[in-house]
């Protein structure tokens, strides 16, 4: 069993950056591959970013590609997202979420566990 923890969300500006967090437990983080998904209100959960469990592919949904970075500290247990040149679009509750094997994926139903979610507000 893996639980994970989102952490940083809040208000911000557009233009803004913000950093998010998510802190996994248990010893085998670093074999799974982990995910960002977003939900907007009234909008179904999207993929966001993922990264394999090495750390060393990642892939991003194409509306935040130059924007957004994946990254994980496996000594650490935490994955993160970094968020830059923010836009009132990405308000939404951010979930961080683990695969049981080291490779990414864009596809919600191939991630086993999830995190609470941390809500971002992006005001114009």
């Known amino acids: 069993q893996v639980q994970l923890v989102e952490s940083g969300g809040g208000l911000v500006q557009a233009g803004d950056s913000r950093r998010l967090s998510c802190a996994a437990s248990?010893?085998?983080?670093?074999?799974?591959?982990m995910g960002w998904f977003r939900q907007a209100p009234g909008k179904e959960r999207e993929f966001v970013a993922t990264i394999s469990a090495p750390g060393g592919s990642t892939a991003y949904a194409d509306s935040v590609k130059d924007r957004f970075t994946i990254s994980r500290d496996n000594a650490k247990n935490t994955v993160y997202l970094q968020m830059t040149s923010l836009k009132p679009e990405d308000t939404a509750v951010y979930y961080c979420?683990?695969?049981?094997?080291?490779?990414?994926?864009?596809?919600?139903?191939?991630?086993?566990?999830w995190g609470q979610g941390t809500q971002v507000t992006v005001s114009s």
């Open positions: 248990g010893r085998t983080f670093s074999r799974y591959g």
């Open positions: 979420a683990a695969r049981t094997n080291p490779y990414r994926s864009s596809v919600t139903s191939e991630y086993a566990y």
